[in-house]
């Protein structure tokens, strides 16, 4: 006898069922089994052969997941290999469950109840149907059962589920492109944090960390262990490192090169080993640049020593030219002494005024 875990129903519940002939199961690719329920005969799907071990960790599942009639995890019976007709049966009763959600949906109009119907869905023998609705407080719904009963012919069951829920039901495809993990392989919803998403520093925007079903993605789960573990060997997301250069701050982790994305002074953003962190942050604190700032200091210096040379060179050579030189006359006297050329020597002679001149001229006149 060998452990089977079976899957079944629209909230895709998880059997386990103990099979004695395993011949009926032996084919390429899974087969409808008919199973015995705690809703019924339904048709399910085995997921797989489970070893000792396995088995053992899925009954501690099923312990903890067992809380009512309508939990996750239960026993089943397995009763045979689904026939041809049971496969017939089970497709057909798929189309009459969107006639009756649209038929219950219509009636839920009529009586005004604040109540969403997400999904319906009919057992083999069509003895039950099972409804499923949100709502955000509780609600009588006797009559609207009443109305119902009385449309279908079959006893009716409500099953209020969750946002999450709802999801896993109506399943649906993801931002990433892949269908929802919770409509075909994700058993059970991790509780997820604002705190995780800022570990992970994720855009703080609702429409990229919300899922179809308007709360945090079931993934930000996924890495949050180590997340944890890298946070816990440095500062706080967000953290800075106030140093005599500036302030340095921790952004994001990487993930594939395990390093660490942090904002230098000057706005660049530069990768540092997880490992090399501990270095980094002595080093920057000392007042020392990192990596390729240090290169760049280090040419500046280098660039700045050369031109202070050459300065002290120009000095000292200018400094020889004026010891050295002979006293320079302005080209401009040299230039006006040659355009104004050679000049008489006059003597100066007394000034005489008009009578005297007169006084004079008559005198040589009368010797004449």
Same mark, same amino acid.
């Given at each position: 006898?060998?452990?089977?875990?079976?899957?079944?129903?629209?909230?895709?519940?998880?059997?386990?069922?103990?099979?004695?002939?395993?011949?009926?199961?032996? +084919?390429?690719?899974?087969?409808?089994?008919?199973? %015995?329920?705690?809703?019924?005969? #339904?048709?399910?799907?085995?997921?797989?052969? !489970?070893?000792?071990?396995?088995? /053992?960790?899925? &009954?501690?599942?099923?312990?903890?997941?067992?809380?009512?009639?309508?939990?996750?995890?239960?026993?089943?019976?397995?009763?045979?290999?689904?026939?041809?007709?049971?496969? =017939?049966?089970?497709?057909?009763? %798929?189309?009459?469950?969107? /006639?009756?959600? !649209? %038929?219950?949906?219509? $009636?839920? $109009?009529?009586?005004? !109840?604040?109540?969403?119907?997400?999904?319906?869905?009919?057992?083999?023998?069509?003895?039950?149907?099972?409804?499923?609705?949100?709502?955000?407080?509780?609600?009588?719904? *006797?009559?609207?059962?009443?109305?119902?009963?009385?449309?279908?012919?079959? *006893?009716?069951?409500? *099953?209020?589920?969750?946002?999450? +829920?709802?999801?896993?039901? $109506?399943?649906?495809?993801?931002?990433?492109?892949?269908?929802? &993990?919770?409509?075909?392989?994700?058993?059970?919803?991790?509780?997820?944090?604002?705190?995780? $998403?800022?570990?992970?520093?994720?855009?703080?925007?609702?429409?990229?960390?919300?899922?179809?079903?308007?709360?945090?993605?079931?993934?930000?789960?996924? #890495?949050?262990?180590?997340?944890?573990?890298?946070?816990?060997?440095?500062?706080?997301?967000?953290?800075?490192?106030?140093?005599? @250069?500036?302030?340095?701050?921790? =952004?994001?982790? =990487?993930?594939?090169? =395990?390093?660490?994305?942090?904002?230098?002074?000057?706005?660049?953003?530069? @990768?540092?080993?997880?490992?090399?962190?501990?270095?980094?942050?002595?080093?920057?604190?000392?007042?020392?640049?990192?990596?390729?700032?240090? /290169?760049?200091? /280090?040419?500046?210096?280098?660039?700045?020593?050369?031109?202070?040379?050459?300065?002290?060179?120009?000095?000292?050579?200018?400094?020889?030219?004026?010891?050295?030189?002979?006293?320079?006359?302005?080209?401009?006297?040299?230039?006006?002494?040659?355009? #104004?050329?050679?000049?008489?020597?006059?003597?100066?002679?007394?000034?005489?005024?008009?009578?005297?001149?007169?006084?004079?001229?008559?005198?040589? %006149?009368?010797?004449?």
């Amino acid at each position: 006898m060998s452990a089977y875990l079976m899957i079944f129903g629209k909230p895709r519940y998880m059997g386990l069922a103990k099979i004695d002939d395993e011949k009926i199961l032996t +084919d390429e690719r899974p087969s409808w089994v008919l199973l %015995k329920t705690f809703r019924g005969f #339904e048709l399910g799907l085995p997921s797989g052969k !489970l070893t000792d071990e396995q088995y /053992e960790n899925y &009954c501690v599942d099923k312990s903890r997941f067992e809380e009512g009639s309508e939990a996750i995890f239960q026993q089943v019976e397995f009763v045979r290999k689904a026939t041809d007709k049971d496969i =017939e049966l089970y497709y057909v009763n %798929k189309n009459i469950e969107e /006639e009756a959600l !649209l %038929k219950a949906r219509s $009636v839920l $109009v009529r009586n005004q !109840l604040d109540m969403k119907i997400a999904d319906a869905e009919f057992t083999l023998d069509r003895k039950k149907i099972y409804f499923y609705f949100t709502a955000d407080q509780r609600i009588d719904f *006797r009559l609207f059962v009443r109305e119902l009963a009385h449309a279908f012919r079959a *006893r009716i069951e409500l *099953r209020q589920i969750g946002i999450r +829920d709802e999801a896993r039901i $109506v399943k649906g495809i993801a931002s990433c492109g892949r269908p929802c &993990c919770c409509s075909y392989w994700l058993r059970s919803f991790s509780p997820i944090s604002m705190k995780i $998403v800022k570990e992970q520093r994720s855009a703080l925007n609702p429409t990229k960390i919300s899922g179809l079903c308007g709360r945090l993605m079931c993934c930000m789960s996924y #890495e949050k262990d180590y997340y944890s573990e890298v946070w816990s060997k440095l500062p706080g997301p967000g953290a800075k490192i106030k140093t005599p @250069q500036g302030v340095y701050t921790l =952004e994001t982790i =990487e993930l594939g090169n =395990e390093s660490v994305n942090i904002r230098f002074p000057n706005g660049r953003l530069v @990768q540092v080993s997880i490992k090399d962190f501990p270095t980094f942050q002595e080093t920057v604190l000392n007042g020392e640049e990192w990596g390729e700032d240090k /290169e760049l200091a /280090e040419k500046k210096k280098a660039a700045a020593e050369r031109m202070a040379m050459l300065k002290a060179k120009a000095e000292r050579r200018k400094l020889n030219v004026k010891v050295n030189a002979k006293p320079f006359k302005p080209l401009s006297d040299k230039i006006e002494k040659i355009l #104004e050329g050679p000049k008489a020597k006059v003597k100066n002679k007394p000034k005489q005024n008009k009578s005297q001149n007169r006084d004079k001229q008559s005198k040589q %006149k009368y010797k004449h």
